[in-house]
């Protein structure tokens, strides 16, 4: 018997998700159901001062029934980017791991 896994992306992961992967036989990531307003593939939280601060990454505009497959980041995304793995560094630099 194998065991299946299916499991919608997400922006960041946590450890059970990895954890999950791994004792799959097989794991599918299902891309093809519509988006979720406020869900976790664009947007996700990390530790910042001691303290949880939810961060995101803002899409084009689209339909509200729009796939995740077809959902896009915005033109801003570059800009988010570099900001981002700026509050990263300052977030986490002196962490031991």
């Known amino acids: 018997m ?14 059970s998700y990895f954890q999950l992967l791994h004792a799959a036989d097989l794991f599918v990531i299902h891309d093809d159901v519509q988006y979720i307003k406020q869900g976790w593939i664009n947007r996700n939280n990390i530790l910042l001062n001691g303290q949880k601060h939810l961060f995101s990454f803002s899409l084009k505009k689209d339909s509200a029934y729009a796939l995740i497959s077809n959902r896009a980041f915005s033109d801003e995304f570059p800009k988010e980017q570099h900001r981002f793995f700026r509050l990263l560094q300052s977030a986490y630099a002196k962490a031991p791991f």
């Open 2 to 15: 194998k065991t299946l896994a299916i499991m919608q992306p997400y922006l960041f992961p946590y450890i």
